[in-house]
DNA sequence: GATGAATGAGGGTTCATTCAT
DNA sequence: AATGAATGAACCCTCATTCAT
C-alpha cells in the first residue's frame, strides 16, 4: 500500500510538474524550455530528466494531470425534479470551466500538441465528454425516462446541447479573445436550455423566447 | 493597369507562401524552419527573406492569405424562396470548409499562435463571422421580414445557427479527430435546421423530429 | 584635359563616397552594410560595385578623401614675426580640427581598420605630419633662423609641440570623451606654447607660469 | 577562504578568457566569432555560452581583466631623493607598457569598441589614470612640498608631463606604426622629463637641453 | 539521487558579393 | 551603365539532452 504514502520523490515529482505547468501555460509548448522550468523550479536539469525522459514525456504528464482536475470538475451531480434547473447548473458549471483562462488555456495547448501527439487530444476529450457529457446524458436520460422530454437518441440531443453551450463562445475563448463576464455567461446558458427545451421537451409552447 | 500582370517578383512572391504554407500546415509555426522553406522552395535562405522580414511576418502573411481564401468561399450566396433549404445550402458549404482537413489545419495554426500574434485570430474570426455568419444574417434577416421566422435579435439568432452548426463537431476537429463523412455532415446540418428552425420558425409543429 | 570637367561618373562616385561616408562615421566600418550604404544612396547595391570592388575599397576611398581635406585644413600659414601668436593660431586651427567630432571620429575608424589596412594609418599620419607638423617645422625653422628660439634638432622639437597640444586631451576623445570648449582648448594651447617656450625660447624667464 | 581556493569553473573562465583574449587581439572584435574562440578553445560553442552571457559580455570580461592588470604595472612606486630619477623611473616604465604590442593593441581594440560600449572607455581610463597618473601625482606632490618644483596645479602638472611622454609616440603606436627601440624610449623619456623639468623644476638653468 | 558542466545540432537572421537583364 | 534578384557562407545564440562526479 506505498502508493497512498506519497513519499518524497512523488512530492517532487508533483512539485515538478507544476512548475512545469505553469511555465508551459505561460509560454506555450515550444516556447517553453527546459531551462526555464529547471531554472523556476530550483534544481538542475539533468534532474528533471530523472523524473521524465523528455520535454514531450514531460508535458504528457500535465496535460494528463490537468484533464484529470477538469474531469473532477463535472462529477457528482445530482439532478433534481425540476429539469431546467439541473441543466441550468450542470451547464453553467461546465461553461465556467472550459471558459475560464485555465480552461481555454489547456485547450489551446492541446491543440498545439495534438499533431505530434494525438494521445493528449484524446485525453482531453474524455475527460469532457466522459464525464461532462456523461453527466448531462444522465440527466437526459432521467428525463426521457420520466417523460419530461421526448428524446430517443440520447446521444444526440447531448450533442446538440453541448453545441449549444460551447459553440460560438468556446471558438472565441480559443481564439484568445475575452471571457464573457458572468452574467454574460448566464444569458447564454439560458437561451441555450431554451432552444434545446423548445426541441426536445414535452412542456407546452415555447418560454422565455422573446425575451 | 499593371497591378493586374503579375510580374515576376509577385509570382515568385506566390511560390513562396505556397510552399511556405504547404511547411507550416504539416509540421506547424514552430516545428518549421527556414531553412526546410528555403530548400523545399529551392533557392536560399536568404532569398526568403528578400520578400519577408521573418518567420512570423511570412506566416502571418499566409494567414491573411488563407483567411481571405476562406472569407471568398462565403461570399455571393442567393437566398430562395425556401428558406429551409436556403439554410441548408449555406450552412453546407459553410461546414465543408470549416471541416475540411485545410479549415480545420488552418485554426489549429491560428490557435498556436494567437497568443504571440492576437492580430492571426483576429483576422480568421472577421473571415468567418463577417462572411460566414453575415451571409446567414442577411437570409434570416429576409426571412424575419418576410414572416417565415420570428427572430428579433438577428445576431443572437446567427449565434444560435452557428453554433449548433459547428459546435461539437468542429471541436473535435480541432483535436485532429476524423473529419465526418459527407452523408454525416449533411445528416448534422439537417438536425441543426431543424432545431433551430423549431425556435425560431413559424412553421407549424415540429419537422422531422423524430428521425 | 577631361579630368578637370567631372563628368557624371565623378559626379555619381562622390555621391556614393559621401553617403558611405555618412554610415561608416554613424556605425563604423564593421556596423555598416553595403546594404544600408546602397539604400540611403537609392541606386542598387550592384551600383555600388561598379564604383568600387568592394567594402574595403570604398572604405578607404573615403579614408582617402578625408585625409586630403584634414590635410588642407593645415595649409598656408603664413608666420608673423610674434612667434608666441604664430605658434598659437596654427595650433588652435590643429587643435581645432583634431578635436572635433569628425577629427576624432576619423581617427577612430583608421584605428579601427589600421590591422587590416595599414595603408590607412600611413595616409592619415601623413595627412597630419606632412601638413599640420610641417607647418609647425617651418615656423620653427624661421623662428630659429631669427634667434627667436633656439631649436637644433628642429624635428624633435615638432614633436615636443606637438606632443604638449595632443597628449592626453586627444587620447581622451579616442575613447570618446566629450571634446573640450573652446575656451578650454584655448587655455591648453597656451599652456602648451608656454611650456614649449619656456624651454626653447630665449626670451628672459618664463612667463604665465603661475596662472 | 574557498575564494581563495580557485575551483574547476575559475579555472575554465580563466582559460576561455585567455583564448578569446588571443582571438580578439588577432582579429579584432568584429573580426572574432564565437566559433572561432570555442574551436580554439577545444569545447563548444554552448559551453561559452554558459560562462557569458554573450560575445559583448565576454569582451567586456576580458578588457575589465586588461585594464585591472594594466593598473598593477603602476602600483608601488617608491620615490627617492633624487625626483629626476624618480621621474625617469616611473615614466619608463608607463612607457613600456602603453607601448608595448599588448598595450597598444589593448588601447585599439577598446577605441574600436568605445562607441558602442562606453563603459569600456571608462576602464581604460581610470586603469592609466587613476593608477599611472596617480603615481605621477603622488610624486609631483611630494616634490612640490618638498621645494624641488614649482607646480602650485599639481593636476596640471600632471597633464602636460603625461603629455610630453605619451604625446606622439603613442599616437603613432595606435596606429600601427612600429616601436620605438628601448634606447630610443628612454631617449624620449629623458627629453620629456628634461622639457618638464625645465618648466616646472627649481634647478639652476636648463640642462641637457643641447644634447 | 542530485547536480554542474558540457555539447552537437540547429535556430533565425544578415552579409558581401555576383549575375541576368 | 544600372539594377532587381539571388545566394552561400557565416553570424550569434539556444536547445534538449547526457555524463562524470
Redesign the pocket.
Given at each position: 500500500m506505498d502508493t497512498q504514502v506519497p513519499n518524497?520523490?512523488d512530492e517532487?515529482r508533483a512539485r515538478i510538474i507544476e512548475t512545469a505547468r505553469e511555465v508551459f501555460y505561460e509560454v506555450g509548448y515550444?516556447?517553453?524550455?527546459?531551462?526555464?522550468?529547471?531554472s523556476r523550479l530550483?534544481?538542475?536539469?539533468?534532474?528533471?530528466?530523472?523524473?521524465?525522459?523528455?520535454?514531450?514525456?514531460?508535458f504528457a504528464a500535465i496535460i494528463r494531470d490537468q484533464c484529470m482536475t477538469m474531469a473532477s470538475f463535472f462529477q457528482a451531480h445530482i439532478g433534481t425534479d425540476d429539469l431546467r434547473q439541473s441543466l441550468t447548473m450542470v451547464s453553467r458549471q461546465l461553461m465556467s470551466v472550459v471558459l475560464s483562462d485555465w480552461g481555454a488555456r489547456t485547450m489551446q495547448l492541446i491543440v498545439e500538441e495534438s499533431r505530434r501527439n494525438p494521445m493528449l487530444a484524446r485525453l482531453f476529450n474524455e475527460a469532457i465528454e466522459e464525464n461532462g457529457r456523461a453527466t448531462l446524458k444522465a440527466l437526459l436520460r432521467t428525463a426521457h425516462d420520466k417523460g419530461q422530454i421526448e428524446a430517443p437518441d440520447i446521444d444526440e440531443a447531448a450533442v446538440i446541447l453541448k453545441s449549444l453551450l460551447f459553440g460560438d463562445i468556446h471558438f472565441k475563448r480559443l481564439l484568445n479573445f475575452e471571457a464573457p463576464t458572468e452574467a454574460q455567461m448566464y444569458r447564454h446558458v439560458d437561451r441555450a436550455i431554451d432552444v434545446f427545451m423548445t426541441y426536445y421537451g414535452l412542456e407546452a409552447g415555447r418560454s422565455g423566447r422573446v425575451s
Open positions: 518524497f520523490r517532487r515550444a516556447g517553453a524550455s527546459m531551462s526555464m522550468i529547471s530550483g534544481g538542475s536539469k539533468a534532474t528533471l530528466y530523472a523524473y521524465f525522459n523528455s520535454k514531450e514525456e514531460l
